[in-house]
């Protein structure tokens, strides 16, 4: 056996715990640099945390002009703020762009160069500027994860950088910063979240050598992750179409918090796989949201790779409360597909490619862009050649997963 967990330095979550953010910070640096966005930064909630590290450190500068994706133009400008305070701690509070955002600019604080500098897995040479990340939607896991993602306007697809040493130093989760996420980005951030948990359960294993936990990120599923993967799930799975339509229900606010965390934790090892790889591209070229695009993916990459998957399906389809008490692997497992079929349906995420604005002629250009991207693609549990991937897109662009069978 040889794995490894990571996570952050103190992982602290529930309801009310965005209390302990000044001190936390203040015991990190006394020169902050918040990084939010400008609706963020609006709401009372956060603007009373801003206010409350104001009073606890030295300096505290605000970046709060984050957009979508994290174009490098933010990058660039955020590291200039940082400068400016010269900060010894950064705060992010925020979904994932905000929280990837400030990864990235710890990098560049502590090391200097570009974002070019550390595309890729493992190129962050050491620790970077101390980050205390607070999620304000249930999603990417970014407050838990060694990866920040970033948009390149030289590039066809997003890129990563990936690095052990981008792991938060704190997280910081409070449900009720969630709270007055709008419906869409809810479903969105909701459904990523419930992709990092089932591609994490479903990722092939791999072995590994001694210097595997040092060299690579993203090493395959293991037990460990296994445990949080289906906690997650669950917890995602009877909770994301409540909130999606009450936004106030304040225990699928909790489950949603929780597992999203969970999945984090999770993919923060094993890796995400096909649907992820493949919304990097699409993503890309249509500007459609991040967890709309690994949404819609998703239950196509499964039914690609139900033949090795097959009995993690069928567990996937008890854990979320599927009555298959009586039912065969395979009828378990088509019986979590048709359920995930519904679940997408109701929380809005389109059935098809080709209702986001894909253009079938693009679809064996998008799967060799996404069979290149090595440390997500090597975790699909299915084939990954490049006809196997323009199947697969083939089928989600007409909304058919029969196409795979």
Not at 5 to 31: F, Y
């Amino acid at each position: 056996m040889l794995e490894t967990v990571r996570g952050p330095r103190q992982l602290i979550v529930g309801e009310g715990v965005a209390q302990n953010i000044p001190r936390v910070v203040a015991e990190c640096g006394s020169r902050v640099l918040v990084v939010t966005d400008r609706v963020l930064l609006g709401q009372p909630a956060v603007a009373e945390i801003v206010a409350a590290v104001r009073e606890k450190v030295e300096v505290v500068g605000v970046f709060a002009d984050a957009t979508p994706d994290v174009p490098l133009t933010d990058v660039a400008l955020a590291v200039s703020a940082a400068a400016e305070v010269d900060a010894d701690v950064i705060l992010a509070i925020g979904g994932g762009t905000v929280i990837d955002l400030a990864k990235i600019v710890g990098v560049i604080r502590c090391h200097g160069g570009t974002p070019r500098d550390f595309y890729g897995e493992s190129r962050v040479p050491g620790p970077t500027t101390p980050l205390v990340a607070v999620p304000t939607t249930s999603g990417t896991g970014s407050e838990l994860t060694p990866v920040s993602v970033l948009t390149d306007p030289d590039r066809e697809l997003k890129v990563g950088v990936s690095s052990v040493h981008i792991v938060p130093d704190f997280a910081i989760v409070d449900p009720e910063l969630t709270y007055t996420c709008p419906a869409t980005v809810t479903a969105h951030s909701g459904i990523d979240a419930f992709c990092h948990a089932v591609e994490s359960y479903t990722a092939r294993p791999r072995a590994h050598g001694p210097r595997d936990p040092v060299e690579q990120v993203f090493l395959g599923r293991n037990p460990v992750t296994d445990h949080y993967a289906l906690l997650a799930a669950e917890r995602i799975a009877r909770s994301l179409p409540h909130v999606v339509r009450d936004g106030g229900d304040k225990d699928a606010r909790a489950d949603m918090s929780y597992g999203s965390m969970l999945a984090g934790l999770a993919f923060s090892h094993a890796g995400n796989a096909a649907p992820h790889a493949l919304q990097y591209p699409i993503g890309a070229a249509t500007h459609t949201p991040h967890g709309l695009g690994v949404g819609l993916l998703l239950p196509y990459a499964l039914d690609a790779a139900r033949d090795a998957i097959g009995d993690r399906l069928a567990i996937l389809a008890r854990v979320c409360g599927l009555d298959v008490t009586d039912a065969s692997d395979a009828e378990a497992a088509d019986a979590f597909l048709t359920w995930l079929d519904g679940l997408l349906a109701d929380i809005g995420i389109p059935a098809a490619l080709a209702d986001i604005g894909v253009a079938r002629a693009d679809l064996p250009r998008f799967a060799e862009m996404a069979g290149g991207v090595t440390r997500l693609i090597q975790n699909h549990p299915g084939p990954t050649d490049t006809a196997s991937l323009t199947a697969l897109l083939e089928a989600a662009w007409l909304g058919d997963r029969t196409r795979l069978s």
